[in-house]
């Protein structure tokens, strides 16, 4: 569970405006248990994606109880509290290809990693800007979004895996599959590797005449 303040009405960020968010990661088997949680209380299965007004207000309850029986009582009384919680499943995301002639994915469109990694935007906006920097020196080509495949592919497949490998270990440890580590352990064993964020080689210079579209 985290909980974190973000923007109130009209965006302000001033003290005594904002509104809080909190996410609860809770592993799902899927099947039938999560086949239950998308459906809502007149029978009908939402398989992809409940509308929070849907939310059955069985599985509500039962969310609320397991915050008081697992949570600290501050997130305990958040989630009683919350008048509309929802819920999503998460998935994530790694396209084979990101690049097909005239047309490129960026962001979740291209890869979807586990909140874990909490880089959902950061991704997103590094596509963006690593796909200007590519059209800047090679034009609207379709040469420009192959580099700009070339360049992301495997950073954002890399960020995929971390995710993976971040939200296996946090389930392990619900599961009780792990025993307690010390926070230096902790750090060692899920820190980000900082090879992954080297700075990407500079563009090819050889340009084609290109005009932007
Ligand atoms: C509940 C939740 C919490 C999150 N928390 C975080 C967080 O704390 N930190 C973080 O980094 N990331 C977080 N993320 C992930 C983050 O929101 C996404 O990774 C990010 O928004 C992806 O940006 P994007 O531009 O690729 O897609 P989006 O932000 O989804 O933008 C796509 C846009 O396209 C529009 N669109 C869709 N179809 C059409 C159409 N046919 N025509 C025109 N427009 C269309 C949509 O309305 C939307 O505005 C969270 C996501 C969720 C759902």
Known sequence: MIGYPVAGADDSVARGQRR????????????????????????????????????????????????RDKLAPQFAEIAEKTAVPFLQPIYDLVSTDIAFGRVALLGDAAFVARPHVGMGVAKAGDDAMVLTR???????????????????????????????????????QQRGAAVMRSADEVMRQTAIDPSLFEPEPPIETSKPQAARA
């Open 20 to 67: 809080w968010n909190f996410v609860w990661y809770r592993p799902v088997a899927p099947g039938a248990e999560l086949a239950a949680m998308l459906t809502d209380a007149d029978g009908v299965h939402h398989p992809d994606g409940i509308a929070p007004q849907q939310v059955s207000w069985r599985h509500i309850a039962a969310m609320r109880q397991a915050a």
């Open 134 to 172: 590519c059209i800047d020196e090679l034009g609207a080509t379709p040469a420009a979004l192959r580099r700009y495949a070339q360049l992301r592919q495997p950073v954002c497949a890399g960020v995929v895996q971390r995710a993976r490998r971040l939200g296996a270990y946090m389930e392990a």
